[in-house]
């Protein structure tokens, strides 16, 4: 038994180790511009539909950033990982977070803004 693994026991059973969602295409093909102002929508509109804002706050820090450190962000804000591509998560208190493809990876019918 030991200690060794203890420090993990505290969520050990939501702790999913994330991942970039799997390949995906948009409706259409789109220009990185227009997935930042997709994402910028998401992210400006997303809190007003319920939840924290230190989650909404701390997802999108995840989304942005590497797979490590966004499990590093997520670990310490206390967010509950559902899916491990991040599209379902919930906070202490139950309240579910959704979160799109297309702030998490971009489609493989991106293209170059000309």
Not at 26 to 41: F, G, V
Not at 81 to 106: F, H, N, W
Request: proline share 5%.
């Amino acid at each position: 038994m030991g200690c060794a693994g203890s420090s993990l026991a505290k969520g050990d059973e939501n702790a999913k180790k994330i991942r970039k969602p799997k390949p995906w295409k948009h409706s259409q093909p789109i220009t990185r511009t227009q997935l930042r102002q997709m994402r910028d929508e998401f992210w400006d509109t997303a809190p007003h539909y319920g939840g924290q804002k230190e989650i909404w706050d701390a997802l999108r820090a995840a989304a942005e950033a590497d797979l490590t450190l966004a499990q590093a962000i997520v670990d310490s804000a206390g967010v509950i990982v559902q899916t491990a591509d991040l599209t379902t998560c919930y906070d202490e208190r139950g309240a579910k977070y959704e979160l799109p493809k297309y702030v998490l990876s971009e489609p493989t019918n991106l293209i170059r803004d000309s």
